[in-house]
C-alpha cells in the first residue's frame, strides 16, 4: 500500500522541532488510550497488524493532521466496532451523556 | 487544519470524551479492569524508558564480551539485563564506529524498541522526521544539532513492525575511568536512536 502512511522520501513536511523534555503523554486522554490499547489487544480483540491497518485506513487529511494517539483512538475504535464489542450508538449515546456531568 | 486555536480545542475535547466513553462501556462491560489499566500506564510513564537502553550500552562499552553478544543476537543480550517483552521481541544493535554513524526510524508508522527505550517522542512518530530522514538525514541531524565529517558515512534504518532498532553509540573520549553507571548517565535517548551522541564527560544530560 503507498497510503498517506507511506511518508519515507516525502517531501514538504516542515521542520521536525523536537520538544525538550517532553512528557510521556501529552494529555490524560492520551494516557487512556495508550492503557485501553494494551488491555484490548491483550485480551485478544485485535493483533498488532489489523491495528495498524486500521490506523492506515484513517482518512489521509485526517492522518496528516491529528495528534498520534488519536490514531490509536481511531483504530482501537474501528476494531471493537467491527467485532462488536462496542456499538456506533452505544458510543454516542456515552458521550452525548457524559457531555452533561462535569469531567 | 483547523483554523483556529478554538477549533483545534474543539477538535480536542471531543476526542477527550469519545475517549472518555470508550473507557468507560468497557469497563461496564467487563472488557478492561481499570486497575489493569492504570498498572499499565503507570509502567510505560515511570519504569520502562530510555535508563534502560542506557544499562545496555554502558554494559557494552565496559564488557567487550557482553558487547560482541549484544551485536550478534541483541536480542538475547538485552534479555541478560532484563530488558525484554512487548515491541522488543526482536531487536537488532547497530554500532556506530569513527566511519559509521546509525540512525533509526520507522517510516510506515511508530515502531521502536519500548523495553529499552520506553514509548517514543512525538517528533519518532511525526510526519516530518519519517519523511526527511531517509532522504535528508545529514539536514536532520543538523536540526538535532549534530554535525558529522562528511567523510563519516551515515546509515538509516527503517523498523519494521517484528525487528526493532537500538544504536550503540561512541564511547565518548575521556570516559576511561568512568564505571558503568556513571557512563550509563552520558547515553541519551537520542543517542540510541541516532538523533544524538552520547554527551560528552563531566556532562550528562537528556533527551
Known amino acids: 500500500m503507498n497510503g498517506v502512511h507511506d511518508l519515507g522520501g516525502m ?27 494494551i488491555t484490548t489487544f491483550a485480551g485478544g480483540h485485535f493483533n498488532v497488524d489489523e491495528f495498524r491497518h486500521a490506523i492506515e485506513r484513517m482518512d489521509p487529511a485526517h492522518y496528516l493532521r491529528s495528534p498520534y494517539y488519536e490514531h490509536w483512538l481511531h483504530a482501537m475504535e ?9 456499538t456506533p450508538d452505544e458510543i454516542d449515546g456515552r458521550m452525548a451523556q457524559l457531555a452533561k456531568e462535569p469531567a | 487544519m483547523p483554523d483556529t486555536h478554538e477549533d483545534l480545542d ?8 469519545r ?27 515511570t519504569k520502562i524508558g530510555p535508563h534502560n537502553g542506557a544499562q545496555v550500552v554502558a554494559r557494552a562499552w565496559t564488557d567487550p564480551a557482553f558487547k560482541a553478544r549484544l551485536l550478534s543476537n541483541a536480542t538475547g543480550a538485552i534479555a ?12 537488532v544493535v547497530v554500532e556506530n564506529t569513527p566511519t559509521v554513524h546509525n540512525m533509526v526510524v520507522c517510516t510506515l508508522c511508530s515502531c521502536y524498541p519500548w523495553p529499552t527505550l520506553g514509548l517514543p517522542p512525538n517528533w519518532y512518530k511525526s510526519a516530518p522526521y519519517r519523511a526527511r530522514v531517509v532522504i535528508d538525514p545529514r539536514g536532520v541531524l543538523s536540526e538535532f544539532g549534530v554535525d558529522l565529517p562528511p567523510e563519516k558515512e551515515v546509515r538509516v534504518w527503517d523498523s519494521n513492525a517484528e525487528l526493532r532498532y537500538l544504536v550503540l553509540p561512541e564511547r565518548p573520549a575521556g570516559t576511561e575511568g568512568m564505571d558503568a553507571a556513571a557512563l550509563a548517565a552520558l ?8 538523533t544524538g551522541v552520547a554527551a560528552a564527560a563531566g556532562a550528562g544530560g537528556a533527551p
Not at chain 1, 517531501?11 to 490499547?37: C, D, K, Q, S, Y
Not at chain 2, 474543539?10 to 470524551?17: G, I, M, N, Q, S
Open chain 2, 80 to 91: 541478560e539485563l532484563g530488558f525484554s517483552g512487548v515491541q522488543g521481541e526482536d531487536m
Open chain 2, 187 to 194: 547515553v541519551t535517548r537520542d543517542a540510541m536512536i541516532g
Open chain 2, 10 to 17: 474543539t477538535r480536542e475535547d471531543d476526542v477527550a470524551l
Open chain 2, 19 to 45: 475517549v472518555r466513553a470508550i473507557e468507560s462501556l468497557l469497563i461496564e462491560k467487563g472488557l478492561v479492569q481499570p486497575a489493569a489499566l492504570a498498572a499499565i500506564v503507570e509502567t510505560y510513564e
Open chain 1, 11 to 37: 517531501h514538504g513536511m516542515g521542520p521536525i522541532n523536537p520538544e525538550p523534555n517532553e512528557p510521556v503523554f501529552h494529555a490524560p486522554w492520551e494516557r487512556t488510550v495508550f492503557g485501553l490499547f
Open chain 1, 78 to 86: 474501528s476494531l471493537l466496532v467491527q467485532r462488536g464489542a462496542l
